[in-house]
C-alpha cells in the first residue's frame, strides 16, 4: 500500500482486497474515498495516520512502499 499527504489527511491506497474487518475499522477512523489507480482508497486524520500504519504492520504485517 502507499500512504499520500492531502489537505491534513493521510490518503491510504490499496492495491489488493483487505479482510472485512480492517475495511471497517479504516471507515470507522476516517472514510473510504472512490479510489485512483488502486484497488481501493481510506482518507484518515493526519493525526491517526500512525496509529492506523501501526494497526496494518501489527495485525496484517503490511508495509508500505515508503
Known amino acids: 500500500y502507499r500512504v499520500r499527504q492531502a489537505d491534513g489527511y493521510a490518503e491510504f491506497d490499496f492495491f489488493f482486497p483487505l479482510p472485512s474487518w480492517a475495511r471497517r475499522r479504516l471507515a470507522v477512523v476516517g472514510e473510504e474515498l472512490r479510489p485512483e489507480n488502486s484497488l481501493m482508497s481510506f482518507r484518515v486524520p493526519v493525526n491517526q ?10 495485525y496484517l504485517y503490511f508495509e508500505s512502499e515508503e
Not at 49 to 58: M, N, P, V
Open 49 to 58: 495516520a500512525y496509529a492506523e500504519r501501526t494497526f496494518l504492520r501489527d
